[in-house]
């Protein structure tokens, strides 16, 4: 018997509100054994934005179940603004072929051959890991997978270059408060922006620098966006040039 379409959640939610849900969720009778990591692809990060997200969630709800015919997508996507629980997570989602029926599926909005990750956009995805471990306490996050891991899949790629699997598992480690030995490189990789740059990881840094609430944030390494790196990276002991290297990431992320 076919499994009828089991619904999306729908609505957006800040990373606390992500966590407060989750923690409230009757797990019925199935729980899974590890998450498995996506990238969307498409749309990419650069365009997600461009539809609002209700519009974005009804498209995908009838993406996978009217053009695809599955009974469920992944469970998660994960914008660097908002977090969008889709599937119900109480129930199996339809993500990885070898892992529907035990693993939840996680999209972070992007793709990541072509596209950093942007800093936002990891801090909500080491979040919404953390929770969802600390829901399941049983999952272990060293099983934690990339969909391309799947020998079942199609999807080689996914979830890109950018997505290292190693600072995930030490990110996720490190949020939930496990003691990590870190790897060389435990933040995706990212440019170092300077003043003149212009792009999403730079509005994601004036996020992470709270420069909205300060009437900035355009995407632009203005002299404000400078002063504001200035200031951070004096107050962390690091060297305080101006530029955004692997060293001011890092803190920041």
Same mark, same amino acid.
């Given at each position: 018997?076919?499994? =009828?379409?089991?619904?999306? !959640?729908?609505t957006?939610?800040?990373a606390?509100?992500?966590d407060?849900?989750v923690?409230?969720l009757?797990?019925? &009778?199935w729980?899974p &054994? @590890?998450?498995v990591?996506?990238? /969307?692809? !498409? $749309? ?11 519009r974005r969630m009804?498209?995908l709800?009838a993406?996978?179940?009217d ?6 997508g992944p469970h998660?996507?994960?914008a660097d603004?908002?977090i969008?629980?889709?599937t119900?997570?109480y129930t199996?989602?339809?993500?990885a072929?070898?892992?529907?029926? !035990?693993a939840w599926g996680?999209e972070l909005?992007?793709?990541? /051959?072509?596209?950093?990750?942007? =800093? ?6 080491l &979040?919404v890991?953390?929770?969802?471990? *600390?829901?399941?306490s049983?999952?272990?996050v060293?099983r934690?997978?990339?969909?391309r891991?799947d020998?079942? /899949?199609?999807?080689k790629v996914c =979830? ?6 190693s600072?995930?598992?030490?990110g996720?480690?490190?949020a939930?408060g496990? $003691?990590v030995? #870190?790897?060389e490189?435990? !933040?995706?990789?990212l *440019? /170092?922006?300077?003043l003149?740059? *212009?792009?999403s990881?730079?509005a &994601?840094l004036?996020? #992470? %620098?709270?420069m909205?609430?300060?009437g900035t944030?355009?995407?632009v @390494?203005g002299?404000k ?8 990276q004096?107050?962390?002991? %690091? ?6 290297? =692997?060293a001011?990431? *890092?803190?920041?992320?």
């Amino acid at each position: 018997m076919t499994r =009828p379409w089991q619904g999306i !959640v729908g609505t957006p939610m800040s990373a606390a509100q992500f966590d407060a849900y989750v923690a409230g969720l009757e797990m019925r &009778s199935w729980r899974p &054994s @590890f998450c498995v990591a996506h990238n /969307t692809g !498409v $749309p990419n990060f650069a365009a997600w934005h461009r539809v609002p997200g209700a519009r974005r969630m009804a498209a995908l709800e009838a993406y996978y179940r009217d053009d695809k015919g599955w009974s469920a997508g992944p469970h998660v996507f994960v914008a660097d603004d908002l977090i969008w629980p889709f599937t119900p997570l109480y129930t199996p989602g339809v993500h990885a072929p070898s892992w529907n029926a !035990v693993a939840w599926g996680v999209e972070l909005v992007g793709e990541f /051959t072509s596209e950093n990750i942007p =800093p936002a956009l990891w801090g909500n995805a080491l &979040s919404v890991f953390a929770t969802l471990h *600390r829901k399941v306490s049983t999952m272990d996050v060293s099983r934690l997978r990339l969909h391309r891991e799947d020998p079942l /899949t199609t999807h080689k790629v996914c =979830p890109g270059d950018h997505l290292s699997k190693s600072a995930l598992i030490a990110g996720v480690q490190s949020a939930l408060g496990v $003691p990590v030995s #870190l790897p060389e490189h435990p !933040v995706p990789v990212l *440019r /170092t922006l300077r003043l003149g740059d *212009r792009g999403s990881d730079v509005a &994601s840094l004036q996020h #992470l %620098l709270g420069m909205e609430n300060l009437g900035t944030g355009s995407g632009v @390494f203005g002299p404000k966006t400078r002063a504001a790196v200035v200031a951070f990276q004096g107050s962390h002991g %690091l060297v305080a040039d101006g530029a955004v290297g =692997p060293a001011t990431w *890092r803190l920041l992320v």
